[in-house]
């Protein structure tokens, strides 16, 4: 990482990181537009405002989960239910 944000302050903002890069002697780094790599900033706003919903979906169903008692609702005493009054 500290290789890339040196790349980006030294005027390079196409740079990427190279994930195919196997060896060490490589750099780690790849030009991004002539590899012809590109990302809709669209596209990823959009995947971390429904991964946020998504948490946040699960985080209150959960809530809601934890805040009922367990065993449902607790039966009325009848002392007289055979009686036939």
Same mark, same amino acid.
């Given at each position: 990482?500290?290789? #890339?944000?040196?790349?980006? =302050? ?10 195919? $890069? ?6 780690? #780094? ?10 809709? #900033?669209?596209?990823?706003?959009? =995947? ?10 699960? #985080?209150?169903?959960? !809530?809601?989960?934890?805040? %009922? !008692? ?6 009325? %005493?009848? $002392? ?6």
């Amino acid at each position: 990482m500290s290789k #890339l944000y040196a790349s980006h =302050a030294n005027g390079n903002p196409n740079t990427g990181v190279d994930i195919e $890069a196997g060896s060490e002697e490589s750099s780690g #780094l790849i030009d991004a537009k002539e590899a012809r790599i590109f990302d809709s #900033l669209v596209v990823k706003q959009s =995947a971390m405002k429904l991964a946020v919903h998504a948490a946040t979906t699960v #985080l209150s169903v959960d !809530q809601i989960i934890m805040s %009922k !008692q367990a065993g449902g609702p607790k039966p009325k %005493k009848n $002392a007289n239910w055979d009686n036939d009054d």
